[in-house]
């Protein structure tokens, strides 16, 4: 009797702990060599001769050397304020206070740029020749535009202002400036002369649209006559002076077209985006900051019918719609008491009644999120905003937070339901390393299951490679889905176009 209570030498099943040879691939023969039992292991690459490169070796080596370069790289900034621009500069540090003496102020303030700069020549003259300074005609040009800037615009700022291709202006204190071009920061060949002169160009900024920044209120959000977005930070907050932020605003508006022409996206998603403007999708543009989601809001917006009404909704108003029948809110900070502050919250709510067909929000923050979601979901189809998320899926996770971040006391379940039925489109930006900003993502808000929001992605942007220079290489797949949003497409026309574009 065995140990498993079974006699030995009974046939049958094979006794526990016996090997039976395993069977090769003639079927019932036993197998006679170890390469039918088992799948051959592969060789591994063989090592490179002397003198041949290595693909991977090399790319790996290019790694580690860019890692040495900039662990061992000086970063100070190096000044560029040099040459001709710095001798106008000191010049005009001797005329300056010479000027003002023999100006009025208020009188100069009623003169248009053009105006100031005829009446200024003959004093500049007489000043100079005070000082004993002799100036070549494109001398005497600089100091005037400089000296008029000075007194009637915004200081150094002007000339990064006057660049199209500079992107955003960051003043990290009067002694150092960087600006984005390209994507690329870099920094800027201009000075203040000390930080008095700063914080006066901060406070002129923010004067203009009737803020106030100081000591008391040291954080302000202000927006310059072309629809820049300027965000000033001063001391006490702002260890290195006084901090101004500027992002520009094109002149020329930006169409989904000119996106995909630069490669933002593709035509097919050009043509799913189109098509949820025209229809009234309900749309959530998420991304980083500076990844653009403000220039694509800016784009959908194009393709609003002309006949619609149409309220925005900002902290500082940046937004610059395409249509006609356009009203732009802007929310109001508090006064010296605290006293009299509008939000955002307050404004969704009273834009309710103000008969719109949809409402747009710059930015949501807080709990104001949900106050758009129920506009969205009584009758103001088209509405959009923008948030900063990373992903699709965090925007909803977001979404919830915000909501719940304010006193509402509904459970998260019905939060997330009243989600799930008010948005249709989460459009993701990104602003990719080598400075290019793209449509990642393009993803649809199907409902729920169970607890969780259900979503479907329709076009995707998956990253390949980058070349020699940098440049990131990639390419935009449809994922050839059947649209949830076909039926409202439909009712507009546009269901045969959604379809083939996703597909």
């Known amino acids: 009797m065995s140990a498993f209570g079974r006699k030995n030498g009974l046939t049958g099943r094979g006794s526990f702990g016996v090997a039976r040879p395993m069977q090769g691939p003639g079927g019932g023969q036993p197998a006679t ?5 088992f799948p051959p292991i592969p ?6 001769t ?7 070796s090399d790319r790996n080596a290019d790694a580690m050397q860019r890692l040495s370069d900039r662990m061992n790289n000086d970063h100070t900034p190096v000044d560029q304020n040099q040459g001709f621009e710095a001798s106008v500069h000191k010049i005009k540090e001797q005329v300056l206070p010479r000027l003002l003496e023999r100006v009025d102020p208020e009188a100069a303030a009623t003169l248009s740029k053009d105006e100031l700069a005829e009446e200024f020549r003959p004093i500049i003259m007489e000043v100079l020749a005070d000082l004993k300074l002799t100036l070549n005609r494109r001398e005497q040009f600089a100091l005037e535009k400089v000296l008029v800037d000075e007194l009637l615009g915004l200081g150094p700022l002007e000339e990064l202002l006057a660049d199209p291709d500079i992107t955003d202006i ?68 702002s260890l290195k002076g006084t901090a101004i932020s500027i992002r520009k605003f094109s002149a020329k508006p930006i169409t989904l077209d000119n996106l995909a022409n630069w490669g933002a996206m593709s035509q097919k998603m050009c043509t799913a985006l189109k098509i949820a403007g025209a229809c009234r999708f309900n749309v959530v543009i998420s991304g980083g900051t500076g990844s653009g989601k403000t220039t694509m809001l800016n784009a959908l917006s194009k393709m609003i019918d002309p006949g619609e009404r149409v309220l925005t909704i900002e902290d500082a108003a940046e937004l610059r719609l395409q249509q006609p029948h356009w009203l732009p809110l802007e929310t109001r900070p508090p006064n010296l008491e605290g ?7 307050d404004l969704v709510k009273n834009a309710l009644r103000m008969r719109p067909d949809r409402i747009i929000l710059g930015e949501i923050r807080g709990a104001e999120c949900f106050d758009l979601l129920a506009a969205m979901n009584t009758g103001h189809d088209g509405s959009m905003c923008t948030l900063h998320a990373n992903s699709p899926r965090e925007c909803l996770g977001r979404m919830e937070n915000m909501i719940l971040m304010g006193d509402i006391k509904i459970p998260k379940e019905a939060i997330s339901k009243q989600i799930a039925d008010s948005v249709d489109l989460i459009v993701q930006v ?27 992605e329709l076009f995707k942007f998956e990253y390949l490679d980058e070349d020699a220079e940098g440049k990131i290489i990639g390419e935009y797949r449809s994922m050839g889905l059947r649209p949830y949003t076909l039926e409202k497409a439909r009712s507009f026309g546009f269901d045969q176009a959604l379809l083939e574009a996703c597909l």
Do not use: C, W
């Open 170 to 237: 960051m003043v990290n204190g009067p002694q150092q400036t960087y600006i984005e071009k390209k994507g690329k920061l870099q920094i800027a060949p201009i000075h203040f002369r000390d930080e008095e002169h700063l914080f006066q160009i901060a406070q002129r900024i923010v004067n203009q649209v009737g803020r106030r920044v100081d000591q008391t209120t040291p954080l302000a959000d202000a927006r310059l006559p072309d629809g820049s977005r300027v965000n000033v930070i001063v001391p006490p907050l």
């Open 339 to 345: 006293q009299g502050a509008i939000t955002i919250g």
């Open 50 to 56: 002397p003198g041949e490169s290595n693909p991977a």
């Open 430 to 456: 990104k602003r990719l390393r080598d400075g290019s900003r793209r449509i990642t993502n393009v993803t649809e808000v199907i409902g729920m299951e169970g607890d969780v929001i259900v979503t479907q």
């Open 43 to 48: 060789a591994p690459p063989p090592l490179p």
């Open 33 to 37: 060599t170890a390469g039918s039992q």
